[in-house]
T-cell receptor, first 116, second 111 residues
Framework: DTGVSQDPRHKITKRGQNVTFRCDPI?????LYWYRQTLGQGPEFLTY????????KSRLLSDRFSAERPKGSFSTLEIQRTEQGDSAMYLC??????????????FGPGTRLTVT | AQSVTQPDIHITVSEGASLELRCNYS??????LFWYVQSPGQGLQLLLK??????LVQGIKGFEAEFKRSQSSFNLRKPSVHWSDAAEYFC?????????FGAGTRLTVKP
């Protein structure tokens, strides 16, 4: 078990370009979460999946943001037409849903996006 | 809606001194409460969590936290701080998938 991994760790892009980030959760975890963290703030929940189903996406920041988890394993987060305000750390987390409360989320190292 | 407040943006303590980081939450029922630590360039690591039962919970790295329902607080403590504890600390409240984080407290440790 190597933990949650994210790729790339850093991304610099020009305004207006599209970017895609990948997250590989802990292998037996069926829930996967995306967060955004801006400087001086805590992580802000964006969306989550249980297996391949995206169960919550109303908190995605705009329709430029989308996420997929096609086979219930890795996930991608795409930002279209990036803006400077999208510059942030994007964190992925995973957890194992169970019958009882099991909200312990394990976080990856994040992808730092800089939009110039 | 649930929310978390960490009143202290930055705290400096001397190595070996005790530490208390404050966290207040707002939620209609008993939430699930967490403390995470984030070192520069790293993801968040879970220090401890409270779901129910004993209101004093022990975590990793010698940390503990006490849930006080009457004060809506979940403060993090450590009796003797080590230089390696310098990091950003986040309190979070979670219900189902929706985890809300505080803005964090940055801890500096003086030699």
């Amino acid at each position: 078990d190597t933990g949650v991994s994210q790729d790339p760790r850093h991304k610099i892009t020009k305004r207006g370009q599209n970017v895609t980030f990948r997250c590989d959760p802990i292998s037996e975890h069926n829930r996967l979460y995306w967060y955004r963290q801006t400087l001086g703030q805590g992580p802000e929940f964006l969306t989550y999946f249980q297996n391949e189903a995206q169960l919550e996406k109303s908190r995605l920041l705009s329709d430029r943001f989308s996420a997929e988890r096609p086979k219930g394993s890795f996930s991608t987060l795409e930002i279209q037409r990036t803006e400077q305000g999208d510059s942030a750390m994007y964190l992925c987390a995973s957890s194992l849903a169970a019958a009882g409360p099991s909200y312990e989320q394990y976080f990856g190292p994040g992808t730092r996006l800089t939009v110039t | 809606a649930q929310s978390v407040t960490q009143p202290d943006i930055h705290i400096t303590v001397s190595e070996g001194a005790s530490l208390e980081l404050r966290c207040n939450y707002s939620y209609g029922a008993t939430p699930y409460l967490f403390w995470y630590v984030q070192s520069p360039g790293q993801g968040l690591q879970l220090l401890l969590k409270y779901f129910s039962g004993d209101t004093l919970v022990q975590g990793i790295k010698g940390f503990e936290a006490e849930f006080k329902r009457s004060q809506s607080s979940f403060n993090l403590r450590k009796p003797s701080v080590h230089w390696s504890d310098a990091a950003e600390y986040f309190c979070a409240v979670g219900v189902t998938h929706d985890m809300r984080f505080g803005a964090g407290t940055r801890l500096t440790v003086k030699p």
